[in-house]
């Protein structure tokens, strides 16, 4: 068999254009997480660090599905507007058909939070961890709940694994010098 000739260009300009090279796949997204929790670590500027904090949050709102992403949309709003059962009956669907989203977890930790049921959110934080260990906000909800359990050297190593994460987060700087302060004035 003989090859077949190249077929012709349509246009002279066509033909004049450079073969592009095919584009290379996306990154996975624990790439492109690992990669912005370095830079966040290493950013000592504040403004800096919230902006790659933004995009970290992003990429943590990218559940895989559309179905999902939708019912998170719709617990957010509930949340928001304070219906925590409307928002729960979302959310329940979100963690029983994607178990490893953390934010699912994150997010019903965060209502069960908000209606006091702090043993149902730690159970939440603890499984968001499970699967992201670098997850400020359930770090920082384990620090609530600590504290509002007056349990200060536990707020206070919580509060201390989130700046671990999250360096330049003001808040958790500000908490951990303040516990620190009540801890060592507890000592004397």
């Given at each position: 068999?003989?090859?077949?000739?190249?077929?012709?260009?349509?246009?002279?300009?066509?033909?004049?254009?450079?073969?592009?090279?095919?584009?290379?796949?996306?990154?996975?997204?624990?790439?492109?997480?690992?990669?912005?929790?370095?830079?966040?670590?290493?950013?000592?500027?504040?403004?800096?660090?919230?902006?790659?904090?933004?995009?970290?949050?992003?990429?943590?709102?990218?559940?895989?599905?559309a179905s999902v992403d939708l019912m998170m949309g719709w617990a957010a709003k509930a949340l928001q507007e304070q219906k925590y059962p409307v928002?729960?009956?979302?959310?329940?669907?979100?963690?029983?058909?994607?178990?490893?989203?953390?934010?699912?977890?994150?997010?019903?930790?965060?209502?069960?939070?908000?209606?006091?049921?702090?043993?149902?959110?730690?159970?939440?934080?603890?499984?968001?961890?499970?699967?992201?260990?670098?997850?400020?906000?359930?770090?920082?909800?384990?620090?609530?709940?600590?504290?509002?359990?007056?349990?200060?050297?536990?707020?206070?190593?919580?509060?201390?694994?989130?700046?671990?994460?999250?360096?330049?987060?003001?808040?958790?700087?500000?908490?951990?010098?303040?516990?620190?302060?009540?801890?060592?004035?507890?000592?004397?």
């Amino acid at each position: 068999m003989q090859p077949l000739p190249a077929p012709e260009p349509a246009s002279k300009a066509e033909a004049a254009k450079p073969e592009r090279p095919p584009l290379a796949p996306p990154e996975p997204q624990n790439v492109r997480l690992d990669k912005l929790f370095d830079s966040l670590k290493r950013e000592r500027n504040e403004k800096a660090a919230e902006r790659i904090a933004g995009r970290i949050q992003r990429e943590w709102s990218r559940s895989g599905s559309a179905s999902v992403d939708l019912m998170m949309g719709w617990a957010a709003k509930a949340l928001q507007e304070q219906k925590y059962p409307v928002a729960l009956d979302f959310l329940d669907q979100v963690v029983t058909l994607r178990p490893d989203y953390a934010e699912g977890w994150n997010m019903r930790a965060t209502t069960h939070f908000a209606m006091n049921n702090y043993a149902l959110s730690m159970a939440d934080i603890e499984r968001t961890l499970e699967l992201e260990p670098r997850h400020w906000g359930a770090l920082s909800g384990l620090a609530a709940i600590m504290k509002n359990r007056d349990n200060k050297e536990l707020a206070l190593d919580a509060f201390t694994r989130v700046l671990a994460v999250y360096p330049m987060l003001r808040s958790a700087q500000n908490e951990v010098s303040t516990l620190s302060d009540e801890i060592a004035g507890q000592s004397l």
